[in-house]
């Protein structure tokens, strides 16, 4: 199923991949990362691993967060816990989403997209529980203050940044970056369970980000290294399954 929200700025494009029947199911809401600007020979995407999902009994909730794909908007990780909160509106409300158990739906997110999900879980009690997938500490961590102005060149490289040069941008793109670090919040999120799944390899995001993490959350909480795991594990069967073995367990049983 092909969503928008559009009933407010940046228009969000999504889908949705269902049960042809029933209701009170389980809903995964996705969460993608920061582009790279690279593909991979194969990828089948997020619909892929919805695919995935629903071959557990999982449905799940997948959109373009803003200046990403087919929405607008320009990007930031505040922006992205904003459209997640609207994302949640939508898995919350009795529209086509309407037959989702709503006592079990979780937010599964990677790298940028997992550092959204736990932001927003920390002040939005609705989540049942958080997936957070090979996600940063904090952008300052790969991004320090005298890199912005790389880290910029990226997002419009990507084509996630496309305003025109303003004299206060780096300003303003740090100040979003300080103000949105997941290990100041992510003790919020308590009681919500919380995974943490982590390469041991990665060559993006350093393993001591999801440390800092696990140390700075509260119960319940679980750490699972992948090792050899890469930054990208979506496409790492074992990090899939390590988070669909928690997350059957957490919502099925917990």
Same mark, same amino acid.
């Given at each position: ?10 228009? %969000? ?10 209701? !009170? $199911? ?8 920061? *582009? &790279? ?8 995407? $997020? ?13 799940? %909730?997948?959109?373009?967060? /803003?200046? #990403? ?16 909160? @609207? ?13 989702? !158990?709503?006592? /079990?739906?979780?937010?599964?997110? $990677? ?27 904090? %952008? ?8 912005? @102005? ?6 419009? #490289?990507? &084509? ?6 303003? *004299? ?16 100041? @919040? ?6 919500? *369970? ?35 795991? /890469? ?5 790492? *069967? ?11 367990? #957490?919502?099925?049983?917990?």
């Amino acid at each position: 199923m092909e969503l928008q929200l559009k009933e407010e700025e940046p228009r %969000l494009h999504g889908w949705a991949l269902l049960p042809s029947e029933g209701g !009170d $199911y389980p809903l995964v809401v996705l969460c993608h990362g920061i *582009p &790279g600007g690279e593909a991979v020979e194969g990828d089948p995407g $997020y619909e892929g691993l919805a695919r995935e999902l629903a071959t557990h009994g999982f449905a799940s %909730l997948f959109f373009n967060l /803003r200046g #990403t794909g087919f929405s607008g908007g320009e990007f930031s990780l505040g922006g992205w816990v904003e459209d997640l909160g @609207r994302v949640l509106d939508l898995a919350f409300g009795d529209g086509p989403l309407g037959g989702a !158990d709503k006592s /079990r739906v979780a937010l599964w997110g $990677y790298s940028g997209g997992g550092a959204a999900a736990i932001l927003r879980a920390s002040c939005d009690r609705r989540p049942a529980a958080v997936v957070s997938m090979a996600a940063p500490d904090g %952008l300052d961590a790969l991004v320090p203050r005298d890199g912005v @102005r790389e880290f910029i060149r990226h997002c419009r #490289t990507v &084509g996630i940044i496309t305003c025109a040069e303003r *004299p206060d941008l780096e300003e303003r793109v740090w100040k979003d970056i300080i103000e949105n670090r997941p290990v100041d @919040r992510v003790h919020a999120l308590s009681p919500t *369970p919380l995974l943490i799944v982590h390469g041991t390899e990665d060559e993006t995001v350093p393993k001591a980000c999801a440390e800092r993490l696990f140390l700075a959350a509260e119960e319940p909480k679980k750490l699972v290294l992948v090792e050899r795991g /890469r930054h990208r594990l979506r496409l790492n *069967p074992t990090a899939t399954a390590a988070a669909l073995s928690w997350l059957r367990s #957490t919502l099925f049983t917990g």
